[in-house]
């Protein structure tokens, strides 16, 4: 597998075809970040489309010294970060509304062995998830996503999030620990209810 | 493997149930109790991990769930038609790319000089041990009688005879104690030195 200092090096001499290599490898990580940062996905695709086009037409300051994957989340950070902003100004609830909210969508087929629940908690859970997250406070829920959606080490997300080592760690540890004690009040609040 | 390794493998999004880490936690009662401790928001997000693999499954049955209208969308986003990438995203990024490249730059030139840095302090301990040595040896030499290293109390002590023989001598022969005889103790210290300095220099 050729790896991505080479594939933009060949990408800055013309083989632009070969950005597609390296959409296929970060998109999907990007896009659950998003995703679970803003809760609306068509947003989350907008945000990682972006932050690739801009990857992409700021190519010739790429440099292999730094990694491409570093570069490319602080860009999407940066995009994030700008997109909280302009969200502030037009505050917006938010809320577990999957299928109240969803009247009017075309529920699809299934395309894999799972059965319709099987995805349906899988989706409540994801949004559970994405809730709790943003109770968190900003730097704790990136860290937290750029650890487990973005599949980063705890050196990049340092990077990334233009802070040292052991406050990568501590933003990990204590978004962790917020998360751990409010999904354990929530399992304990449904206990008493049933 | 230390405890800060054990946590980062404690939320590792793939390798979290390494055997490393399992003989970790099976001998550290604390990296224990911080996985419990943790475990509700760590198993959540490594079932969401594990069972997606595709975000696109998971939006089968996706929602948004932000209320969200499609006007405020549109106020977000460009509208269909107009360039989707500004000025502004593009100079952002070749920010990163400039931040990124001097870090990695500082990185490379504070590495080589890092490098001889346990070297240095070896160096350094080596110093400090024989500078308090000197110091201490100094300090001893300056608190013990200063005429015991003086030559010219010691040859002639050294040409003296033991006044502890010598008194034994003189009592075997004198029985009767003279009131000198009993007042020169320092004397006697001083023979003692002699002698005894002179045999440990030999």
Redesign the interface.
Known sequence: MIDDATIMKRICSGEYLLFDELVLRYR?RL??FA?SK??????AE?LV??AF???F??RE???P??AFS??LW??FL??CR??YK??LR?P????????A??EA?V??E???SET?LQ??L??E???????YLAELPEVQADA?RL???G?MK?TEIA?TM?CSLSAA?IR??NG??Q??HR??EG?TSEGEVS | MNCDEAFDLITHPTDHNCEELQWHLQLCPRCRQMKETLAPALDTFQQILDDVTDVDQLSQFHADFHQTSDQESASIFPKTGQPFLSAETVRMAEQAASRLRAESVTNQMTKPSQKPKPHQKRLVHAALILLVGFLMGWGISLNGPENQFSPSVSSLQSQQPCLWIAQRESRANQPAKTAREKGSASNVVLSCVACHLQSTAE
């Open positions: 999907e896009l659950r995703w803003y809760g609306s996905l068509s947003a907008d489309q972006e086009l801009s990857a037409a700021a300051s790429y440099n010294a730094f570093t570069w602080t860009i940066n995009l700008r997109h302009r969200e037009h917006r609830e938010m809320v577990r509304s999957s299928f909210a969803a969508a529920i699809p299934p395309s894999s319709p995805v349906a899988k989706t859970q994801f949004e559970l998830l994405a809730l937290l650890r487990f959606f599949g705890f990077l233009d760690k990990v540890k962790l620990l998360l751990a999904f354990s399992s």
